[in-house]
Nanobody
Framework: QVQLVESGGGLVQAGGSLRLSCAAS????????MGWYRQAPGKQRELVAI???????NYNDSVKGRFTISRDNAKNTVYLQMNSLKLEDTAVYYC?????????WGKGTLVTVSS
Protein backbone atom coordinates (compact mmCIF):
# COMPACT_ATOMS: atom_id res chain seq x y z
CA GLN A 1 0.00 0.00 0.00
CA VAL A 2 1.03 3.57 -0.69
CA GLN A 3 -0.36 6.59 1.12
CA LEU A 4 -0.37 10.05 -0.45
CA VAL A 5 -0.72 13.24 1.57
CA GLU A 6 -1.26 16.48 -0.33
CA SER A 7 -0.82 20.03 0.90
CA GLY A 8 -0.61 23.56 -0.43
CA GLY A 9 -4.02 24.26 -1.92
CA GLY A 10 -5.97 27.39 -1.18
CA LEU A 11 -7.40 30.62 -2.50
CA VAL A 12 -5.32 32.83 -4.76
CA GLN A 13 -5.99 35.74 -7.08
CA ALA A 14 -5.62 35.37 -10.80
CA GLY A 15 -2.01 35.84 -11.78
CA GLY A 16 -0.79 34.55 -8.46
CA SER A 17 1.15 31.45 -7.50
CA LEU A 18 0.71 28.36 -5.37
CA ARG A 19 2.87 25.35 -4.66
CA LEU A 20 1.38 21.93 -4.08
CA SER A 21 3.21 19.12 -2.34
CA CYS A 22 2.46 15.40 -2.15
CA ALA A 23 4.35 13.06 0.12
CA ALA A 24 4.20 9.33 -0.54
CA SER A 25 4.78 6.70 2.11
CA UNK A 26 4.48 2.94 2.38
CA UNK A 27 5.63 0.37 -0.17
CA UNK A 28 7.44 2.73 -2.54
CA UNK A 29 9.18 1.27 -5.58
CA UNK A 30 12.29 2.98 -6.87
CA UNK A 31 10.79 3.15 -10.35
CA UNK A 32 7.49 4.98 -10.34
CA UNK A 33 5.57 7.85 -11.82
CA MET A 34 4.05 10.57 -9.68
CA GLY A 35 1.91 13.40 -10.80
CA TRP A 36 -1.05 15.68 -10.48
CA TYR A 37 -4.51 15.51 -11.95
CA ARG A 38 -7.36 17.94 -11.46
CA GLN A 39 -11.11 17.95 -11.61
CA ALA A 40 -13.12 21.12 -12.03
CA PRO A 41 -16.83 21.26 -11.16
CA GLY A 42 -18.86 19.48 -13.81
CA LYS A 43 -15.80 18.29 -15.70
CA GLN A 44 -13.85 15.08 -15.97
CA ARG A 45 -10.59 14.56 -14.16
CA GLU A 46 -7.64 15.51 -16.34
CA LEU A 47 -3.89 15.17 -16.30
CA VAL A 48 -1.99 18.24 -15.17
CA ALA A 49 1.59 16.98 -15.06
CA ILE A 50 3.53 13.82 -14.33
CA UNK A 51 7.14 13.06 -13.56
CA UNK A 52 8.99 9.77 -13.57
CA UNK A 53 11.48 8.69 -10.95
CA UNK A 54 14.13 9.45 -13.57
CA UNK A 55 12.91 13.01 -13.96
CA UNK A 56 11.08 12.87 -17.28
CA UNK A 57 8.01 15.10 -17.35
CA ASN A 58 4.81 15.53 -19.27
CA TYR A 59 2.36 18.43 -19.05
CA ASN A 60 -1.15 19.25 -20.10
CA ASP A 61 -0.86 21.82 -22.89
CA SER A 62 -3.01 24.25 -20.89
CA VAL A 63 -0.39 24.54 -18.13
CA LYS A 64 2.83 24.44 -20.14
CA GLY A 65 5.02 27.41 -19.35
CA ARG A 66 3.08 28.20 -16.18
CA PHE A 67 3.33 25.06 -14.04
CA THR A 68 6.44 23.13 -13.10
CA ILE A 69 6.48 19.64 -11.65
CA SER A 70 9.46 18.39 -9.66
CA ARG A 71 10.25 15.68 -7.17
CA ASP A 72 12.59 14.78 -4.36
CA ASN A 73 13.15 11.04 -4.55
CA ALA A 74 14.87 10.94 -1.17
CA LYS A 75 11.67 12.32 0.39
CA ASN A 76 9.26 10.51 -1.99
CA THR A 77 7.66 13.87 -2.55
CA VAL A 78 6.37 15.53 -5.69
CA TYR A 79 5.76 19.25 -6.08
CA LEU A 80 3.70 21.35 -8.44
CA GLN A 81 4.69 24.99 -8.72
CA MET A 82 1.80 26.88 -10.26
CA ASN A 83 2.43 30.38 -11.56
CA SER A 84 0.28 32.84 -13.51
CA LEU A 85 -2.82 31.10 -12.26
CA LYS A 86 -6.02 31.57 -14.23
CA LEU A 87 -9.65 31.32 -13.24
CA GLU A 88 -9.90 28.10 -15.23
CA ASP A 89 -7.24 26.48 -13.05
CA THR A 90 -9.81 26.31 -10.24
CA ALA A 91 -10.24 22.62 -9.39
CA VAL A 92 -9.54 19.90 -6.90
CA TYR A 93 -5.99 18.74 -7.50
CA TYR A 94 -5.22 15.09 -6.90
CA CYS A 95 -1.83 13.52 -6.38
CA UNK A 96 -1.31 10.29 -8.28
CA UNK A 97 1.24 7.52 -7.83
CA UNK A 98 1.82 4.74 -10.32
CA UNK A 99 4.12 1.76 -10.19
CA UNK A 100 4.01 -1.47 -12.13
CA UNK A 101 0.58 -2.94 -11.65
CA UNK A 102 -0.65 -0.51 -9.04
CA UNK A 103 -1.84 3.07 -8.73
CA UNK A 104 -2.94 5.26 -5.85
CA TRP A 105 -4.71 8.59 -5.44
CA GLY A 106 -4.56 11.26 -2.82
CA LYS A 107 -7.70 12.74 -1.31
CA GLY A 108 -7.30 15.99 -3.23
CA THR A 109 -6.63 19.59 -2.38
CA LEU A 110 -8.79 22.48 -3.54
CA VAL A 111 -7.26 25.30 -5.55
CA THR A 112 -9.51 28.30 -6.07
CA VAL A 113 -8.44 31.14 -8.33
CA SER A 114 -10.43 34.36 -7.92
CA SER A 115 -10.69 37.42 -10.12
Amino acid sequence: QVQLVESGGGLVQAGGSLRLSCAASGSIFNRNVMGWYRQAPGKQRELVAIITSGGSTNYNDSVKGRFTISRDNAKNTVYLQMNSLKLEDTAVYYCHYNQIGMEYWGKGTLVTVSS
